[in-house]
């Protein structure tokens, strides 16, 4: 079994959200086309509280981008996003979202943040989404979304480290490069761990 994981796709992500990342609209057509390709499809959600110590609004003189230590894990700061319930928190509105047999939530603990779909980034708790793929005995994993630098790649290399063939589909995902070089280092880094960078068209022919 396949499964098509959407990763973040969410109107804080893209232009005119408030961590908007370029060109994140972009991938909207071609997602929605690759859906068509899979028998199972699954999303993440980065959900919130207003409270979340990801936030740099939430720390005294805190600055967007900058390196903090969070719970003795290293945590860049963000300005505030996806916030549980808002406008910014939700899905793409011209994603097609029928196709979406089910929503992972992460990000929801105020003190630690959660870039992968799979773990917080302490690997302290999961959010179901490893249980379920296996439930569903998927054995293929092919990834898209938001941001590759970040989510993307977290949910990549936990998907592959759980023994999944991993594939990230690069031209369906965008990624922030806060530091130029960011996306090509992240992209060489799934690499080195087994994961397999394709491109749409190799699925859409
Ligand atoms: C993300 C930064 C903060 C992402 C989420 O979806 O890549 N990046 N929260
Ligand atoms: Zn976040």
């Known amino acids: 079994m396949n499964c098509l994981i959407l990763v973040d796709i969410q109107n804080d992500f893209v232009p005119g959200g ?7 609209d972009q991938i909207i057509p071609l997602v929605n086309r690759l859906m068509e390709s899979f ?11 207003a409270d979340h110590k990801s936030f740099a609004a939430n720390h005294p ?25 808002s ?12 196709h979406i047999q089910h929503i992972f939530h992460k990000g929801t603990d105020m003190d630690i943040d959660s870039y ?9 708790k999961s959010t179901g989404l490893g249980n379920f793929l ?5 054995e293929q994993v092919y990834i898209v979304g938001l941001a590759t630098d970040y989510c993307v790649k977290a949910t990549a290399l936990d998907a592959q480290n759980l023994g999944f063939r991993t594939y990230v589909i690069e031209d369906a995902c965008r990624g922030v490069n806060l530091q130029e070089g960011d996306v ?13 960078l394709i491109q749409s068209q190799d699925l859409l022919r």
């Open 134 to 138: 296996k439930e569903k005995q998927v």
């Open 116 to 124: 992968s779909g799979f773990f917080d980034n302490g690997q302290r």
């Open 61 to 85: 003189e805190g600055q967007i981008g900058q390196q903090i230590e969070l719970d003795g894990l290293p945590q860049v700061l963000w300005p505030v996003h996806c916030v549980q319930e």
């Open 18 to 24: 408030s961590l908007a990342v370029k060109e994140g």
């Open 87 to 98: 406008f910014g928190a939700e899905l793409v509105a011209g994603l097609h979202t029928s």
């Open 39 to 49: 028998d199972l499809i699954l999303a993440t959600q980065d959900w919130h509280p």
């Open 184 to 196: 090509s280092k992240a992209l060489n880094e799934m690499q080195q761990a087994g994961i397999s």
